[in-house]
T-cell receptor
Framework: KAGVTQTPRYLIKTRGQQVTLSCSPISGHRSVSWYQQTPGQGLQFLFEYFSETQRNKGNFPGRFSGRQFSNSRSEMNVSTLELGDSALYLC???????????????FGEGSRLTVL | ELKVEQNPLFLSMQEGKNYTIYCNYSTTSDRLYWYRQDPGKSLESLFVLLSNGAVKQEGRLMASLDTKARLSTLHITAAVHDLSATYFCAVVVLTASGSRLTFGEGTQLTVNP
């Protein structure tokens, strides 16, 4: 079966612009979480969505937002981009948040954002 | 705030040698994952440890979990070059508001011929 699909895989933006990243979870999965990976801060939790509701949010400024649609696809948006937002953004899906807790969590290939 | 610390952060070893990566965490949790990441790639799940005393082995890698000591280890036996990668441990926390992974800093492993 198809895995977690993230688009776009690579993108370049300039400071001040905004960006939208998309994540399509594994078919049937209703929980989607997002992580940011940077060389300086490592892997950090951004958000978790389940059934179109944000259930959990990491410690990021309000410029970072997200949503989940009725088909479980999720998008995250970063507004007013800063150089420090350059990162690999990873999406993970599971059937439910509780199943993520038991190991049934699958990561996509990531979207690599470069801010110039 | 949950902290997850790995050591060492950098490990250079020769093929055929054994070594252990340590993962300490600061809160009560009985769920821990180990991931592998190759340069420019996503996270590949290696092990899911779901209880105190859990031990899992796959090829030259073996992971264990001691929830009382808040410690997990990833043991490498007779390393080969293909094991060169960055290894992350991640502690899972489930709350009423959802679940999240808190990752360690990663251990960059280089296996030299």
């Amino acid at each position: 079966k198809a895995g977690v699909t993230q688009t776009p895989r690579y993108l370049i933006k300039t400071r001040g612009q905004q960006v939208t990243l998309s994540c399509s979870p594994i078919s049937g999965h209703r929980s989607v979480s997002w992580y940011q990976q940077t060389p300086g801060q490592g892997l950090q939790f951004l958000f978790e969505y389940f059934s179109e509701t944000q259930r959990n949010k990491g410690n990021f400024p309000g410029r970072f937002s997200g949503r989940q649609f009725s088909n479980s696809r999720s998008e995250m948006n970063v507004s007013t981009l800063e150089l420090g937002d350059s990162a690999l953004y990873l999406c993970a899906s599971s059937l439910t948040p509780e199943l993520a807790y038991t190991g049934e969590l699958f990561f996509g290939e990531g979207s690599r954002l470069t801010v110039l | 705030e949950l902290k997850v610390e790995q050591n060492p952060l950098f490990l250079s070893m020769q093929e055929g040698k054994n070594y252990t990566i340590y993962c300490n965490y600061s809160t009560t949790s009985d769920r821990l994952y180990w991931y592998r990441q190759d340069p420019g790639k996503s996270l590949e799940s290696l092990f899911v440890l779901l209880s105190n005393g859990a031990v899992k082995q796959e090829g030259r890698l073996m992971a264990s979990l001691d929830t009382k000591a808040r410690l997990s280890t990833l043991h490498i036996t007779a390393a080969v070059h293909d094991l060169s990668a960055t290894y992350f441990c991640a502690v899972v926390v489930l709350t009423a508001s959802g679940s999240r992974l808190t990752f360690g800093e990663g251990t960059q492993l280089t296996v030299n011929p």
